[in-house]
């Protein structure tokens, strides 16, 4: 993967400016071949390794036929035939990288100008595309079996593959340099609560603290910007809630990994190629509420399933979580009100701040810093309203002390010293907290 070699570069090194199109050329002759002269029944075998031994076999015969072949050295011949592997079995030039652990996301901004993200930072690849048509081709074979389609007509797509992945693509006239992809990795192996300590994306007493609030069943919201690690972090506090617990979990796209045994999954669903049969979040929230669940999970709340939402959690499904896009947990309440406000009802401001007053308890900040790591910066208690005002207050926060030389973000996340209200809940139900747990650094 890492050493993939493209064609241009090979002709660079030999000195010819032909050499790199006529290998190129060569490549795309194989392929045509390839698609023509396979015999769909050798294809046909449920045993990819079988397949792919197939295939192999059909690129090295026609290789040899190939005069220009013998100017390629053992490791150039297997990486051409590595690439038409992935263009006949995977997805071209985005195959390798889908394979690889190490990349979280992957970004098609042009046929030549492909990058991706490696442990929270961006970095450009050797990876191009022959032209857009050849961008779009591979965006059409991944959604394909999906139902879905990508024309004028239709210029935008955005769907979860069954490979572990969510694609968003976007064409012309709304993409200016042509087709644009992106590629949202889900990780198959789940975090716990022990890897983020480890990683440093919170302590073990505010991860001790968050475990006794999923119990207690305060109702959590979990607020941070694209790709601060919202989903990953609302999936490790759901470990926490008991397996005797119906939970419901309503995504878009379904990302959450649970583990309980008494688990309901639901997704929406987008329009048909006739523009129908959309169900959108908030249709599934209010459906929920019918499933008789003792907590619903929302992947993330952006519009008007927020209002229901927020009457589950004052109407006896304590213990609900979400997320939402917000860079402060101040931030958070004022989209929450925003969303509360697109579903339609007419209501006076206060009352909606009431209601999110009292449907709230917490608010767990997520960010992603300049050297990509990814922290908690806040845990901030609802505490109710005073006047027009939502009053909330800071339990812990991210102290940052400085950068390294290396660039990595120097600080911690410490107490503020302020004992929240829930911690009386938390007595009524049996569970105390630790009495240091809110000593404030340096007292």
Not at 95 to 115: C, G, K, R
Not at 199 to 215: F, M
Not at 216 to 230: E, F, Q, Y
Not at 324 to 330: C, D, E, G, I, K
Request: hydrophobic share 40%; proline share 5%; charged share 25%.
């Amino acid at each position: 993967m890492k050493e993939s070699v493209r064609f241009d570069r090979f002709s660079a090194r030999t000195g010819s400016n032909s050499a790199g199109e006529d290998l190129e050329s060569m490549k795309l002759r194989i392929h045509g071949r390839l698609v023509s002269e396979l015999d769909p029944s050798k294809m046909a075998s449920e045993d990819e390794g079988e397949v792919r031994e197939v295939v192999q076999e059909a690129i090295n015969v026609l290789l040899d036929e190939e005069e220009g072949a013998a100017r390629l050295n053992l490791k150039q011949r297997q990486i051409m035939v590595n690439e038409l592997l992935d263009e006949v079995l995977g997805f071209g030039p985005l195959q390798s990288l889908l394979d690889d652990p190490t990349v979280s996301e992957i970004m098609v901004n042009a046929a030549d100008d492909v990058y991706v993200e490696r442990n929270g930072l961006l970095e450009k690849t050797n990876k191009t595309f022959r032209d857009d048509a050849h961008v779009m081709q591979v965006v059409e074979r991944i959604i394909a079996p999906l139902g879905r389609r990508l024309d004028e007509g239709s210029p935008m797509v955005d769907a979860r593959v069954p490979g572990g992945y969510r694609l968003n693509a976007i064409i012309p006239p709304l993409s200016l340099r042509g087709p644009t992809v992106t590629i949202r990795k889900f990780f198959q192996e789940r975090y716990w609560m022990d890897d983020l300590v480890r990683i440093g994306t919170l302590t073990q007493e505010v991860a001790d603290l968050l475990k006794i609030c999923v119990e207690a069943r305060l109702n959590m919201v979990i607020s941070g910007g694209t790709g601060t690690g919202k989903t990953t972090l609302l999936n490790t506090l759901s470990a926490f809630i008991p397996a005797s617990q119906r939970i419901v979990t309503i995504e878009n796209p379904a990302e959450l990994q649970l583990r309980q045994p008494h688990v309901v999954r639901l997704e929406t669903r987008p329009p048909s190629i006739e523009g129908k049969n959309e169900v959108a979040q908030r249709e599934l929230v209010i459906n929920a509420l019918r499933m008789r669940p003792d907590r619903i999970i929302v992947g993330e709340s952006r519009s008007g399933e927020a209002f229901d939402m927020l009457q589950a959690m004052n109407t006896g499904h304590e213990g609900s979580m979400t997320t939402v896009h917000a860079n402060a947990p101040r931030d958070a309440l004022s989209r929450i009100e925003n969303m509360v406000m697109l579903a339609g009802f007419d209501l006076p401001v206060k009352v909606i701040r009431e209601m999110v007053a009292s449907a709230l308890d917490l608010i767990v900040q997520i960010s992603r810093f300049s050297d990509g790591t990814r922290r908690v910066t806040n845990v901030t208690e609802v505490a109710g309203m005073e006047g027009m005002t939502i009053t909330t207050q800071d339990i812990y926060t991210f102290v940052q002390r400085g950068v390294d030389r290396d660039g990595k973000v120097i600080g911690a996340l410490e107490s503020t010293g302020i004992r929240p209200y829930f911690t009386e809940k938390l007595a009524s139900l049996g569970l105390y907290l630790p009495p240091g747990l809110f000593v404030r650094a340096g007292l």
